[in-house]
């Protein structure tokens, strides 16, 4: 390979390294989009520990849209991260991990000033986290695929 083409090769992977770069740091910029949950029992104030939609279908029907308008452009499409975001498939199915999922859910993750997930306390109610969470449940499947 000649001294042009080792430049202009140096420069086309640099600039395959930049198109990258900007991508995952842009995973973070999520608009927090609010979710319709009429058709689910109303759950009140008090907020759960345990998820109370648990193999609910209407509740995953609802999570499975809120999860892809809200979780989905950093924690992968169908519940399969692309290394971006941690994969939720993953999470412990024991009812201290729906508080943590909660909790998570509504103060966001910030490390060291960045923000790698936003919150979304002023956006999703109750029902729509515990719906997500019912959606995300139901995939846990397809990890033995």
């Given at each position: 390979?000649?001294?042009?083409?080792?430049?202009?090769?140096?420069?086309?992977?640099?600039?395959?390294?930049?198109?990258?770069?900007?991508?995952?740091?842009?995973?973070?910029?999520?608009?927090?989009?609010?979710?319709?949950?009429?058709?689910?029992?109303?759950?009140?104030?008090?907020?759960?520990?345990?998820?109370?939609?648990?193999?609910d279908?209407a509740?995953?029907?609802?999570?499975?849209?809120?999860?892809?308008?809200?979780?989905?452009?950093?924690?992968?499409?169908?519940?399969?991260?692309?290394?971006?975001?941690?994969?939720?498939?993953?999470?412990d199915?024991?009812?201290?991990?729906?508080?943590?999922?909660?909790?998570?859910?509504?103060?966001?993750?910030?490390?060291?000033?960045?923000?790698?997930?936003?919150?979304?306390?002023?956006?999703?109610?109750?029902?729509?986290?515990?719906?997500?969470?019912?959606?995300?449940?139901?995939?846990?499947?397809?990890?033995?695929?």
């Amino acid at each position: 390979m000649n001294g042009k083409r080792k430049v202009l090769a140096g420069l086309a992977f640099g600039a395959g390294l930049a198109l990258v770069a900007g991508a995952a740091l842009s995973h973070g910029d999520v608009t927090p989009q609010a979710v319709d949950v009429s058709t689910l029992k109303p759950l009140g104030t008090d907020w759960h520990d345990v998820n109370p939609y648990r193999n609910d279908a209407a509740a995953i029907k609802v999570g499975a849209s809120a999860y892809n308008q809200n979780c989905a452009r950093c924690h992968g499409l169908e519940v399969v991260s692309g290394g971006i975001a941690p994969d939720l498939r993953k999470l412990d199915l024991d009812p201290d991990t729906d508080a943590y999922f909660r909790n998570s859910v509504l103060a966001g993750k910030v490390r060291n000033g960045a923000v790698y997930m936003p919150p979304f306390a002023a956006t999703l109610s109750q029902e729509a986290i515990w719906a997500i969470k019912s959606y995300i449940e139901t995939r846990r499947a397809s990890l033995d695929q």
